[in-house]
């Protein structure tokens, strides 16, 4: 089921011209609510681009501690929800017997913006979520040049960015530079979470020797999620906040921002990156 797009029509104005505006059909991103429900109980509700749900679903379970590997969960799938006609924005997830289901109280508020991942969590305590993968000693080392090339090979494969303009990006390298994955969602929480379910399901976890590159900004939240995937190395076209760099030492982690050909920053971990 494909709902990425929608097609709408708009005035478009052009004030170096005359007459100046005309009605075209324009592009825009879907978005959409997500419900997330584990054993039937609703856990959270997420604003995403819809498309690869069960990965968003699976991922956002991992980078929230539900879930370590695919054989946590019995079965997740679509289902119809109560929209009519039916949009399919609600995903069930059964987890194995053995696993402890998801703790669920007023300071871990999981009702999340397209924008923002951990929005209305009382404190950076019930927030972070440490990992059970040691991404200190992983040995991944990637030249430089080799990391410059990235965001032009994500761009490249931003088909649905293409059209609308309204879309964030994320993509699971090699260390040699190929690309393995990428998603676009509206949300870049979305977006990796997307990724981090897909190799979750193909059994790739740890993620060791790879890189994740966003499209956007790098936060303490996709820092985060990288982190819980057994990620060594995070880079973002944009800039890094604080909390980021602060759990990216903390966790041996390699955080780049600024990643635009041919320069980037490297904020922690850089002995991962040659020169």
Request: net charge positive; with cysteine.
């Amino acid at each position: 089921m494909s709902r990425t797009t929608t097609r709408r029509t708009v005035v478009s104005i052009d004030v170096s011209s005359s007459p100046g505006s005309r009605s075209r059909q324009d592009h825009l991103a879907a978005e959409e609510p997500l419900e997330i429900r584990v054993r039937k109980k609703p856990l959270a509700v997420t604003m995403r681009t819809p498309g690869h749900d069960i990965d968003l679903a699976m991922g956002f379970l991992l980078s929230e501690g539900v879930i370590a590997v695919a054989s946590d969960v019995t079965t997740a799938q679509l289902c119809a929800g109560t929209d009519t006609p039916n949009t399919y924005n609600v995903v069930d997830v059964v987890l194995d017997p053995a696993v402890p289901p998801p703790v669920t109280d007023p300071s871990r508020n999981f009702y999340t913006t397209s924008s923002c991942g951990v929005c209305g969590k009382a404190s950076i305590d019930a927030v972070r979520t440490r990992s059970r993968f040691d991404v200190a000693g992983d040995p991944l080392v990637i030249p430089a040049r080799t990391l410059a090339a990235l965001p032009a090979r994500l761009r490249a494969a931003q088909r649905t960015f293409d059209r609308t303009g309204g879309l964030h990006a994320a993509g699971l390298f090699t260390a040699g530079g190929d690309l393995l994955v990428l998603r676009e969602d509206v949300g870049r929480h979305n977006a990796v979470d997307k990724v981090l379910g897909w190799a979750l399901r193909e059994g790739r976890l740890p993620l060791t020797g790879h890189v994740l590159l966003v499209s956007g900004r790098a936060s303490f939240e996709l820092t985060q999620k990288a982190w819980m995937a057994g990620l060594p190395l995070l880079a973002a076209v944009s800039a890094p906040s604080t909390l980021a760099v602060e759990l990216a030492e903390e966790s041996g982690m390699t955080l780049v921002g600024f990643l635009r050909e041919p320069k980037m920053n490297i904020y922690a971990g850089a002995h991962r990156v040659t020169v």
